[in-house]
């Protein structure tokens, strides 16, 4: 039987406000419609879509580990798509994590980090993703999924 392909969408802290508060820098949908709508469109192409979110390090660092590292291929996940929120400037943790993975990874950000603080501007997964996608809203979790899509069909 054909496998599955599974992908882990990851959102990182405060990102549970999304839709809530700041619209005007991260939009109006939520991360519920986001992680929704992702699934369905997931689906469509027969693929899994696990989504977590969550404001603590550890807790990411220990799912990608979980779902990366499972003894059953059938379940463990085939790529990700992750938004690390503040980690991103931050966190050792979550790309050694995604190095031990070993799997493909896309960067998402919903604003434009070039375009605000210089803190921003640096990542710590960028070099590492298959793709970084930054400034065009919630959007660019499709455009994510979208190019797993067509990765999975080769
Ligand atoms: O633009 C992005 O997607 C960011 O990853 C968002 C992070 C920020 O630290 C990164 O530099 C860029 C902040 C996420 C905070 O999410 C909120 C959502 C709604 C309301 C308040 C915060």
């Known amino acids: ?28 949908t939520t991360l519920t419609d986001i992680e929704g709508r992702l699934a369905k469109l997931a689906a469509c192409h027969n693929i899994k879509l ?14 990608i580990g979980e779902l990366g590292l499972l003894a059953d291929e059938h379940s463990r996940f085939d790529g990700v798509i992750i938004n690390p929120a503040a980690f991103t400037h931050t966190s050792v943790a ?13 960067e998402v950000h919903l604003s434009n980090v070039h375009a605000r603080e210089p803190f921003r501007t640096h990542s710590y997964f ?29």
């Open 126 to 154: 960028s070099d590492k993703a298959v793709g970084v996608i930054c400034g065009l809203g919630d959007l660019g979790y499709d455009m994510a999924l979208d190019w797993f899509i067509k990765h999975f069909n080769r």
């Open 50 to 63: 696990t989504a977590f979110q969550s404001n603590h390090e550890g807790e990411i660092v220990d799912k």
């Open 94 to 106: 979550i790309r050694d994590a995604l190095a031990a993975a070993d799997k493909p990874f896309i």
């Open 1 to 28: 039987m054909k496998k599955s392909m599974h992908i882990l969408l990851i959102n990182g802290p405060n990102l549970h406000l999304l839709g809530k508060r700041e619209p005007h820098i991260y939009g109006a």
